[in-house]
C-alpha cells in the first residue's frame, strides 16, 4: 500500500533551489534513506513532507496533498524528527514526550489517561523507563535522542521522518537508535524516510538508498513515475 | 502516578498565592491615612461573613473611608497587577522571549497619545462629559496600536512573521509616541496631567473602575489560562509546534489579542504601570519552573497581590501626597527580584 508519494518535488529558498524534480513511491514498512552531501538538499525533501516549507510539485500522505491538510492531521499521520531539536530544558521527560499527544488533544483540552499509558509505554520500549520525572537538563545526548525519537513515536503516525536523526551519537549508540527504529518498524509496520550522512549505517537499514547530489536525486533502480 | 503528584503540587501553589493574595488584600484595606483603627477591619471583614458575629466598633462613616475609597483600590491594584502579570508571561510565551512585556506591540503607547488626545482636546475639565472619555479612548488607542502592528507584522509573509510583527510593533511605538510628543508641544499646559497619566494611578480608583475593565479582564483572563498547555508546546519552537500539530499563527493571534484586550482595559484606568509584567512571572518561573501551565495561573495570583502590597507604601509614605505606584513598584520590586535571583543561582 502507498503511503507516502512525491512527485516532480522541487523546494526553492528565494533564487536558490534546493531539491529539483525529487519522485519517489513509499509502501507501509519500507525505510528508504536519502543520503549525500550537506547541502544536498536531503533535509529539504524531509521538510517538505513534514509540512514545514512551501514546495511545488506534489507530496502525498495517503493520498492526501500536503498542504490540503491541517497541522492536526498532518501530525496525526507523519511524526517529524528534527535534526537539532529545540530541548526546554526544564521540562520533564514526561511532560516532553507528552507533546507527541498534541495532535490528538482537543484546542483547549488537556491530556487524558490514555494519552499518559501511551507515553509510559513509549518509555518502555525506548529502555526510557523510570526517567518520567527527570529534568532535560540531566539527560546525555544519547538519552536526549532517544527522547526525540520516543516523542515522535508517542504521535503514534503510520511514516516517520528522520533528519540525521543520530549525527549527534557516538558509533555506538548511532547504531543502538537505529536499530531501536528498525525494531519499532518491524513491529508497527512504520514507512521509514531518514536523510543520513553516514553511508555504512545507512546501507545497514535502508531497504532503498536515495543519492541527493547536487539537488537532484539518483538511484539504483528506476526513477518510480507518478 | 508521577503526574498526580505534579498536579496537586500545582494546587497546592495555586491555594497558597491565592491565600498570600487575600491576606495582601486585607492588609490593604487595613492600612491607609484616615480611616478607623487598623486591627478593627479585619473583624469588622469577619462579621460580614454570613452567620458570623463580632461586634468591630467601626461608625458608619469609618467604615465608608474603608468601603468606598480603599477597597476599590485593592481591588484594581489586584485585577491590574494579575492582568499585566498574565499578559507578560503570555506574550513571553508566544513570543518565547523572556524580555518581553505586555506593552510589546504598541499597546502603551496607543492608549498613552489616546489619554494625550483627551487631556489635549478636552481641556483641563473632562469630567464635564457625561462619561469619562480618558478609559474609553486611551483603551481604544491602545487595541487600534495593536491591531495596526498586526496587520502590518503579519503581511510581509509566514516565513519571518514573528520577527516582523515585534519590529512592526517597535515602528507603531515609535510613530504614536512621536505624535503624542507633538501634540503635547502644542498643548503644554498639560503636560503634566500626561505624566501623571504614564507613570501609573490608582488613586482615583472607584468601584465604576473596577465595574468598566471586569468584564474585558474576565474574558482575556478565561482565554489566556485556557491556552496554558498550547503556549508549552510552543515552547519546543515554531517547527517542531507546527509539526507536533499546533496550528501556531492561530494560537498566536489568539493570545495576542486576549493579552492585549487585558492590557489595554487596564492601562485605561491605571495607566502605564511598568515592570510587573516582566518581573512577576520571572519570579514565579524562578519558584517554580517555566512551565506555563503553572506560571500563568500563579502570574495571576501573585501578579495580584504584588501590586496590592506595593500600593500601600505608595499611599502612605509621603502622606498626604502619593508616590506614584510605577515608581514604587520598580523600587521595591528591582531589588527583590535581584535577591530572588540570587539565591536561585546559588542554590543550584
Keep these: 500500500m502507498t503511503v507516502l508519494g512525491f512527485c516532480e518535488l522541487r523546494v526553492t529558498y528565494g533564487d536558490h533551489v534546493a531539491v529539483e524534480s525529487y519522485n519517489d513511491i513509499l509502501h507501509s514498512g519500507e525505510w528508504v534513506c536519502v543520503i549525500g552531501p550537506n547541502g544536498a538538499g536531503k533535509s529539504s525533501v524531509l521538510r517538505a513532507a513534514a509540512g514545514l516549507i512551501d514546495y511545488t510539485g506534489s507530496v502525498a500522505v495517503d493520498q492526501k496533498e500536503i498542504p490540503a491538510t491541517s497541522a492536526r492531521w498532518r501530525a496525526q499521520h507523519i511524526a517529524f524528527v528534527p535534526q537539532s531539536p529545540l530541548i526546554p530544558h526544564d521540562m520533564t521527560v514526561e511532560e516532553y514526550v507528552l507533546l507527541g499527544r498534541n495532535p490528538y488533544i482537543p484546542y483547549f483540552g488537556v491530556e487524558s489517561a490514555s494519552d499518559r499509558e501511551i507515553v509510559v509505554d513509549v518509555l518502555h520500549s525506548l529502555d526510557l523507563e523510570g526517567f518520567e520525572r527527570r529534568k532535560l537538563a540531566t539527560l546525555s545526548g544519547g538519552e536526549i535522542q532517544r527522547l526525540v525519537i520516543a516523542r515522535a513515536l508517542a504521535q503514534q503516525a503510520p511514516v516517520l521522518l528522520l533528519d540525521e536523526p543520530t549525527s549527534a551519537l557516538d558509533i555506538g549508540h548511532q547504531q543502538h537508535a537505529l536499530e531501536l527504529v528498525d525494531r519499532l518498524r518491524r513491529e508497527r509496520g512504520l514507512t521509514v524516510v531518514s536523510a543520513m550522512h553516514d553511508l555504512t549505517l545507512a546501507g545497514m537499514y535502508a531497504d532503498r538508498l536515495i543519492l541527493m547530489h547536487q539537488v537532484v536525486a539518483w538511484r539504483k533502480e528506476a526513477r518510480p513515475k507518478c | ?348
Design chain 2, 1 to 348: 502516578m508521577t503526574s498526580a503528584r505534579g498536579g496537586s503540587r500545582l494546587w497546592l501553589w495555586v491555594v497558597s498565592s491565592a491565600v498570600i493574595l487575600l491576606v495582601s488584600c486585607v492588609l490593604g484595606l487595613m492600612i491607609g491615612p484616615a480611616g478607623p483603627q487598623w486591627w478593627r477591619i479585619p473583624l469588622e471583614l469577619l462579621d460580614r461573613i454570613p452567620f458570623v458575629n463580632i461586634d468591630s466598633g467601626i461608625a458608619a462613616r469609618d467604615w465608608t473611608i474603608v468601603w468606598q475609597i480603599r477597597a476599590p483600590r485593592v481591588v484594581l491594584a489586584a485585577i491590574v497587577g494579575a492582568t499585566l502579570s498574565l499578559s507578560g508571561a503570555s506574550f513571553q510565551g508566544v513570543f518565547r522571549n523572556p524580555l518581553v512585556d505586555p506593552y510589546l506591540l504598541g499597546v502603551a503607547a496607543g492608549a498613552g497619545l489616546g489619554a494625550t488626545l483627551v487631556f489635549a482636546l478636552g481641556g483641563s475639565r473632562p469630567t464635564d462629559w457625561l462619561i469619562d472619555p480618558l478609559p474609553l479612548v486611551s483603551f481604544g488607542g491602545g487595541m487600534a496600536a495593536v491591531f495596526f502592528t498586526y496587520m502590518v507584522g503579519t503581511s510581509f509573509g509566514k516565513t519571518r512573521s514573528n520577527i516582523s510583527l515585534v519590529l512592526a510593533g517597535v515602528a507603531v511605538t515609535s510613530l504614536a509616541t512621536a505624535i503624542q510628543t507633538f501634540v503635547l508641544q502644542r498643548n503644554n499646559d498639560v503636560v503634566r496631567q500626561v505624566y501623571a497619566w504614564i507613570l501609573g494611578r490608582l488613586s482615583s480608583a472607584t468601584w465604576g473602575d473596577v465595574r468598566l475593565v471586569l468584564p474585558y479582564v474576565v474574558v482575556s483572563t478565561v482565554v489566556l489560562l485556557m491556552h496554558r498547555r498550547l503556549l508549552d508546546v510552543l515552547r519546543v519552537g515554531d517547527d517542531e509546534a507546527l509539526a507536533l500539530g499546533t496550528n501556531i499563527r492561530r494560537v498566536r493571534l489568539i493570545v495576542v489579542l486576549a493579552a492585549t484586550l487585558g492590557t489595554a482595559s487596564v492601562v485605561a484606568v491605571s495607566g502605564l504601570i511598568g515592570f510587573v509584567g516582566i518581573i512577576v512571572p520571572h519570579a514565579v518561573r524562578l519558584i517554580v519552573g517555566a512551565s506555563y501551565r503553572k506560571v500563568l495561573p500563579l502570574s495571576v495570583l501573585l501578579g495580584g497581590a504584588f501590586l496590592v502590597l506595593v500600593d500601600i507604601p505608595s499611599r502612605v509614605l509621603s502622606d498626604p501626597a502619593e508616590i506614584p505606584i510605577g515608581v514604587v513598584t520598580a523600587f521595591f520590586g528591582a531589588p527583590f527580584f535581584l535577591l530572588l535571583l540570587r539565591t536561585r543561582e546559588t542554590s543550584s
